[in-house]
């Protein structure tokens, strides 16, 4: 047929369909639930106090990317409780370059694994593109630490410490959502060396994490 072109018209077809599901998105309505999963990566603005026989000296955790999920329950139509967490991350403990310098750049690895419990605030939820804030607790597990130099153990302290979240969620018509959020949480804990470093040091770790996830709504 003249002037009949298929993917001109599918095309067309697709984008009239997207715009139909966009301009028609699922309600939350109170007593409503979801669950989300994705990849969560973290990474800590991090640092410690100086080691009193190494003066200018301290340590880190380095960057990691796991799997996470959450479950919610909307207690109003624009307020909802949060419980999130992940798989463990696997950080290294790097030292600074002063450590770097003396021999101890790689001091080990640790065990990481958040859980978070906030209260999530829906701005918009009229349309298919819906921010929200978060905000709430952290607890913080630090468990199965390994220190690489010989004669050396380590520990890092488990702590609860605030925690703050901002996000979006794009909504196309149907229960199945899409998410990005980014996490702030406020981390101090203390790192208990013994052995050949016999010291407790304060360490910040204040990891920002970044999700990219999928949602159903219930």
């Known amino acids: 047929m003249k002037g009949f072109s298929f ?27 979801y669950v989300r999963a994705g990849v969560s990566a973290m990474d800590p603005d991090t640092g410690s106090e ?12 380095e960057s990691d990317v796991t799997l996470g999920g959450a479950l919610g329950w909307f207690v109003t139509d624009s307020v909802a409780l949060e419980i999130s ?6 950080p290294d403990i790097e030292g600074n370059q ?20 906030t209260v999530n605030l829906f701005i918009d939820d009229t349309s298919a593109v819906t921010p929200y804030l978060g905000a709430g607790v952290a607890f913080n597990k630090f468990y199965d630490e390994s ?10 302290e488990s702590t609860f410490t605030p925690t703050f979240l901002a996000g979006v969620e794009l909504d196309f018509g149907v229960p199945v959502m899409v998410n990005f959020d980014v996490r702030y949480t406020l981390l101090e804990t203390d ?22 996830g999928v949602g159903y709504r219930f």
């Open 50 to 61: 100086s080691f009193s026989a190494i003066p200018r000296s301290g340590v880190r955790l």
């Open 98 to 117: 002063r450590l770097k310098d003396l021999g101890l750049g790689n001091i080990g690895d640790v065990k990481y694994a958040p859980t978070y419990l």
């Open 191 to 212: 790192a208990q060396f013994s052995g050949a470093i016999d010291e407790t040091v304060e360490m910040e770790i204040n990891p920002v994490v970044f999700t990219l």
């Open 7 to 33: 993917p001109s018209v599918a095309s067309t077809a697709i984008l009239s369909l997207l715009g139909m599901s966009l301009a028609a998105p699922v309600l939350a309505e109170a007593g409503d639930f």
């Open 85 to 90: 967490s992940s798989l463990p991350y696997s």
């Open 147 to 156: 220190a690489t130099p010989a004669g050396l153990d380590v520990n890092l």
